[in-house]
C-alpha cells in the first residue's frame, strides 16, 4: 500500500512538472514579446510630442521676430508727398482786369498788373499798379454810371464823390490757406488764398496823387507748373479833400486774369 501511494505522488509529480516549465515559458516569452513593443511606443511617443513642441516653439518666435521686424520697418518708414507747385523763390507776373464794386455812382474797368516776388512758400512781396481813365480814347467814358445822370437829373445837384483814375504801391502778403479739389473726377486742381496789405498811392481827379494803404485778397488756381488763374479783390483807403467835403474814401475793386511764374519749373530739395 505505501509502495502504491509513492507511485501515485511520483506519478502527479511527473504531471505538474511539464506544466510548470511551460508556464514560465510562456511567460518568460510573453514578456520578450511585448515588453519592448510597449517600450518602444512609449519612447516614440514621446519623441513625437517634444518634436511637435519644438517645431511650434520655433514657428512662434519666428512669427514673432518677423512681427517685430516689421513694426520696426514700418516705424522707420516716412511718406512725404511732394506738393504739386512751388512757390518759394519764384516771381509771379500777374496782369489783370479790374472793374469798381463799391459805389454805384461810378463805373470804372481798369487794366492792372501785379509783380510778386515770393521769399518763401507762404510769404511774398510785391508791387501793383493800373489805370481806369479812358476819357483819352473816349470821352464819354468818363468813369460815371447812369446813377450818377439820374441823381443829377432827379435834384439838379452835382454829387460828392471821389474818381480814381490810377493806382501804385507796394504790398506784402501771406498764404494762410492751400488746398485741392477734383474736377469732373479726372483731374485734381490745387489752389490757394492769400492775403496782402500795404500802401502806395491813388491818382484822384480832384487832387491827382494822394496817400492810401492798401488791402488784398487774391485766390489762384494752378493749372500748369508757370500758369494760375488769378481772382483777387483789391481795396484803397485814402483821405481826400472834395470842395467843402472832407473825409476818409474807399475805392473797392475786383479783377480776374492770369499769373505767370518765373522760373517755370523747379527742382525738389530734401531739407533733412
Known amino acids: 500500500m505505501r509502495r502504491v501511494l509513492n507511485v501515485m505522488i ?5 504531471m505538474v512538472l511539464p506544466g510548470l516549465a511551460m508556464g514560465q515559458e510562456g511567460s518568460s516569452s ?11 511606443g512609449a519612447s516614440s511617443d514621446s519623441s513625437a510630442s517634444t518634436e511637435s513642441s519644438s517645431a511650434e516653439d520655433a514657428q512662434s518666435r519666428i512669427v514673432v521676430r518677423s512681427q517685430k521686424k516689421k513694426k520696426e520697418f514700418n516705424d522707420k518708414i516716412v511718406v512725404l508727398q511732394r506738393k504739386p507747385f512751388m512757390r518759394r523763390n519764384r516771381v509771379e507776373l500777374a496782369p489783370m482786369f479790374y472793374g469798381g ?6 463805373f470804372q474797368v481798369g ?3 501785379q509783380i510778386n516776388y515770393h521769399i518763401l512758400e507762404w510769404l511774398y512781396v510785391g508791387v501793383y499798379g493800373g489805370w481806369q481813365d479812358w476819357r483819352m480814347t473816349d470821352r464819354d467814358v468818363n468813369g ?14 452835382v454829387p460828392t464823390t471821389s474818381i480814381v483814375d490810377g493806382y501804385l504801391g507796394g504790398i506784402v502778403g501771406f498764404v494762410p490757406i492751400y488746398g485741392k ?12 488764398l492769400s492775403l496782402g496789405i500795404g500802401g502806395g498811392a491813388v491818382i ?3 487832387n491827382d496823387f494822394v496817400g492810401a494803404g492798401l488791402i488784398s485778397v487774391d485766390h489762384r488756381w494752378y493749372i500748369l507748373k508757370w500758369l494760375s488763374i488769378n ?3 483789391k481795396g484803397w483807403i485814402y483821405y481826400e479833400d472834395i470842395e467843402a467835403y472832407k473825409g476818409v474814401f474807399t475805392h473797392w475793386q475786383a479783377g480776374v486774369g492770369v499769373g505767370f511764374w518765373l522760373p517755370p519749373s523747379w527742382t525738389y530739395k530734401s531739407e533733412w
Open 144 to 157: 460815371l454810371s447812369e446813377s450818377y445822370d439820374d441823381v443829377v437829373d432827379a435834384t439838379d445837384a
Open 10 to 14: 511520483l506519478a502527479l509529480v511527473m
Open 30 to 40: 510573453s514578456d520578450e514579446t511585448y515588453a519592448p513593443r510597449v517600450i518602444d
Open 181 to 192: 479739389f477734383s474736377l469732373f473726377g479726372t483731374s485734381i486742381v490745387h489752389w490757394d
Open 231 to 233: 481772382v483777387g479783390v
Open 101 to 106: 464794386i463799391n459805389d454805384s455812382l461810378l
Open 111 to 113: 487794366v492792372a498788373g
Open 204 to 206: 484822384t481827379r480832384a
